[in-house]
Structure formats: C-alpha cells, structure tokens
T-cell receptor, first 110, second 118 residues
Framework: NAGVTQTPKFRVLKTGQSMTLLCAQD?????MYWYRQDPGMGLRLIHY???????AKGEVPDGYNVSRLKKQNFLLGLESAAPSQTSVYFC?????????FGPGTRLTVL | GENVEQHPSTLSVQEGDSAVIKCTYS??????FPWYKQELGKRPQLIID?????GEKKDQRIAVTLNKTAKHFSLHITETQPEDSAVYFC?????????????????FGQGTILTVHP
C-alpha cells in the first residue's frame, strides 16, 4: 500500500499562473480533504469530499477549486495563483475518525 | 464553527523531563480529539486520540486528558527524549451540521514546537 500520495512535491509559480495538485489514495477511503499549512496557523481545511463526485467547501476555499471524479483521486486547482497561496498543501483521507496525510506539496507563488 | 486554541507555541525541556501541551475548544458538541506529531519536513502523524466519553487515555509515555466541562484537553509526554522534538498539533472534530454529521472535518490548533535538549 502506498497510502496517500501527492504530486508534485515542489512547485514555483508566477502570479496569475494556474496549476493542479493531485492527491491519490489506495485505501478505498470515501472521505478526502485538502489542507494548507502556514507558519503559526496550524492546518486549515480548504475543501473536502465525502465520496466520488462530491465536493464541499472548508474553512478557506477562496481561490481554489476541487474535483473528485474517481474515488481514489482528489484534485486541487488554483486558477490564478496569488502570493497569498504560498503554502504547504496536505491531502488526507479518512478511515473512521483517523485521517491519513500525504507527504505534502510545497508551493511558492512569486 | 469550531475554534481550537493551543498553548504554548514553543516548549523547551531537558531530556527526561515531562512536557504538557494544552488545548481549548469552543463547541461543546465536538466529540473527538486527536493529537498529531509533525517532524520537520514530514507529514502530520496521529500519535493519540480521545473521544468525548473518555476522560483519559494513555499509550506508553504519552497520555491525553479531556475535561468536557471546561472544554479543554491536554497532551502529556513523560520521560522525554530528543526524538520527541517536533511540532505537535491538537485538533477537534467539529459539531455536526444540520444533517447530523460533521463529515470528519478537523479544526487544528496552531501547533507547539517541542524541543528536547539532550
């Protein structure tokens, strides 16, 4: 089992560029989540999904879109990147109450 | 929504001492409280959790206590070792929505940087 994987690991964007972060899990979990982690602020929920074909907004959804076309994949999109979106992004999937995190994507927006 | 406050933001102890990290939460309907450890450059990993129907839980050198009345919970690490150095996050699963489920949405505290000096 690979668990939860994320691609890419690192990315540098210029303001206004777009990109998609991919999260994949092989544990057949229904629930998946996208968080961002900023210094001194813990992890904040961006969007989440309770199953294939469903998505919902979290605490800080503005500037992001998501899709869950397949159960094992959860995509996070930035349509027009801004410097305020410089962060480390973690994906997670959930079994019962426990969330399993991916290794993270470090994104810098110049 | 739920709000979780965590203190202290940094904690420095000598090897062998105990370390205590405290969190408070705002919504009395929250019912699950995990603690995550995150080493530098790594992903958060669950180290212990507690449900609202339990007051204390212990796993070797780590324990968590929950006071539902006061709405606070604490992580206790005894006999600290240098490999315990990391950032620790508390979290709470927020209250259910109008449909009766919280969808497992975690609200995290701000984190505590624990440094254990040899």
């Amino acid at each position: 089992n690979a668990g939860v994987t994320q691609t890419p690991k690192f990315r540098v964007l210029k303001t206004g560029q777009s990109m998609t972060l991919l999260c994949a899990q092989d544990m057949n979990h229904e629930y998946m989540y996208w968080y961002r982690q900023d210094p001194g602020m813990g992890l904040r929920l961006i969007h989440y999904s309770v199953g294939e074909g469903t998505t919902a907004k979290g605490e800080v959804p503005d500037g992001y879109n998501v899709s869950r076309l397949k159960k094992q994949n959860f995509l996070l999109g930035l349509e027009s990147a801004a410097p305020s979106q410089t962060s480390v992004y973690f994906c997670a999937s959930r079994r019962l109450n426990e969330q399993f995190f991916g290794p993270g994507t470090r994104l810098t927006v110049l | 929504g739920e709000n979780v406050e965590q203190h202290p933001s940094t904690l420095s102890v000598q090897e062998g001492d105990s370390a205590v990290i405290k969190c408070t939460y705002s919504d009395s309907a929250s019912n699950y409280f995990p603690w995550y450890k995150q080493e530098l450059g790594k992903r958060p990993q669950l180290i212990i959790d507690i449900r609202s129907n339990v007051g204390e839980k212990k796993d070797q050198r780590i324990a968590v206590t929950l006071n539902k009345t006061a709405k606070h919970f604490s992580l206790h690490i005894t006999e600290t070792q240098p490999e315990d150095s990391a950032v620790y996050f508390c979290a709470a699963i927020g209250p259910p929505n109008a449909g009766g489920t919280s969808y497992g949405k975690l609200t995290f505290g701000q984190g505590t940087i624990l440094t254990v000096h040899p």
